[in-house]
């Protein structure tokens, strides 16, 4: 009689990894493999899901969810491929495993190399690790959104036809124009880089005139007339208030270029001088390093005052000049009071404009598109106003020059029968 203990042979299973679940109360999906009481996971390219939605996928009979349907069809897939693996092995290790799992597997290098998900993954940790959190976030948004269109998706599957139908779909759902942009400018920032790594032809690139166009929306009546400008101005507030500090810092970024409130928060006592104020923009720090041009500001008195009121008093080169970050800040945790402090500049400048009978929108984002607008009817070459928003081209500064006020295109019109209006 064999003395010997039965060899224990390895198992092969794709489960749902809840060690740790994700902000939107999803875990991913793995292969699990384990030998001798050792257990290693791989990752594998399917949608993260729930616990209910993993529970009808394994437990339903009928599964009505035709991504469900075509996961667990793919799940059978890669567990047969692993087992079959397992038994090719003569004497199993994780090593031995991994050596032919990866070789054979889908995830080679040029299987990754086309998987628009995955370039979304590593898009997304590279934006993390810059510290970039607002921009990862977006990219997050984005490949959400596609997953939720598509389970799998390549860049050699993306066609004019399929974007199409990608944006019809986020429209339907609801999305504005706005954000049906940002999704597929992030889209195509990937779609850009896998045509350089030569994942697609030229002829397979579906963007551009006679191909795919990202549709953009106009910016319509954000900028406020100079009229509407001073009443705010002149409005009275509560002192030392939340609403008084709202109005100072809206017309902070007003008067200082339409400076946003995340460079607020980063001005240091250093970029302060006697009259001037010298910056480079956070947005384009990192996206034009080869070509960063500071911003310059002129401190007028009104300037002065403001921060004279609401300046940190430690007056240390390397301090901040506003108290809304602390040292060190995580870049997580400046997203956070960043967004807070621009909720809060917004909720009461808001308020402030409904009391005074203004029918517009006021955010932080008027408070720039009214400063370039107001300089451009005031005469101010657009290169001067280009410059001064740190803008890199012409383009995207006349995207954010406002059209006139009806006022005044009542007086062009009134000139083309300018004898009708004589004053004699």
Not at 113 to 142: C, H, P, W
């Amino acid at each position: 009689m064999p003395t010997g203990k039965s060899e224990v042979k390895p198992t092969a299973a794709v489960v749902l990894d809840t060690r740790r679940q994700k902000v939107n109360g999803t875990f991913p999906i793995r292969l699990r493999i384990t030998y001798q009481r050792e257990r290693k996971y791989y990752s594998i390219r399917l949608d993260d899901l729930t616990s209910e939605e993993w529970y009808k996928l394994r437990k339903a009979e009928r599964l009505k969810d035709k991504r469900l349907v075509a996961m667990r069809d793919e799940i059978a897939e890669y567990e047969k491929l692993a087992k079959d693996i397992i038994k090719e092995i003569p004497r199993f290790s994780f090593e031995r495993f991994e050596e032919r799992y990866f070789a054979d597997h889908s995830i080679d290098a040029k299987s990754r190399a086309d998987d628009v998900y995955m370039a979304f993954t590593d898009e997304i940790a590279k934006l993390r690790g810059q510290g970039r959190v607002s921009t990862a976030s977006t990219y997050e948004t984005a490949l959400n959104s596609l997953k939720n269109y598509r389970s799998r998706l390549r860049f050699t599957d993306l066609t004019p036809k399929l974007l199409e139908e990608y944006e019809n779909r986020l429209v339907h759902e609801g999305r504005s124009i706005t954000t049906v942009g940002i999704y597929l400018r992030n889209l195509r920032t990937l779609v850009n880089q896998a045509k350089a790594k030569g994942v697609i032809t030229a002829a397979e690139y579906p963007f551009g005139k006679g191909r795919y166009e990202i549709p953009a929306a106009r910016n319509v009546k954000k900028a406020l007339t100079l009229s509407e400008i001073e009443r705010i101005y002149n409005s009275p507030t509560v002192p030392e208030s939340p609403a008084d500090r709202a109005k100072d810092l809206w017309f902070f970024s007003y008067l200082c270029n339409g400076i946003n409130v995340k460079d607020i928060c980063r001005l240091r006592w250093a970029n302060v001088d006697q009259d001037r104020i010298t910056f480079v923009r956070a947005k384009t720090a990192r996206t034009r390093k080869s070509n960063q041009k500071p911003i310059s500001i002129i401190v007028t008195k009104e300037v002065r005052a403001i921060i004279e009121k609401w300046a940190d008093k430690d007056h240390s080169s390397n301090g901040y000049v506003f108290p809304f970050l602390p040292a060190n800040v995580t870049p997580q945790r400046e997203r956070e009071l960043v967004q807070y402090l621009t909720r809060s500049i917004n909720k009461y400048v808001k308020r402030i404009a409904v009391e005074l009978g203004i029918d517009k929108p006021v955010t932080t984002y008027t408070a720039r598109h009214s400063y370039s607008t107001v300089l451009k009817r005031s005469g101010a070459p657009i290169e001067f106003i280009s410059e001064s928003l740190g803008h890199s081209d012409l383009r995207t500064t006349e995207n954010y020059l406002d059209s006139f006020e009806d006022d005044t295109k009542r007086q062009y019109i009134k000139s083309l029968l300018n004898f009708n209006y004589s004053t004699d």
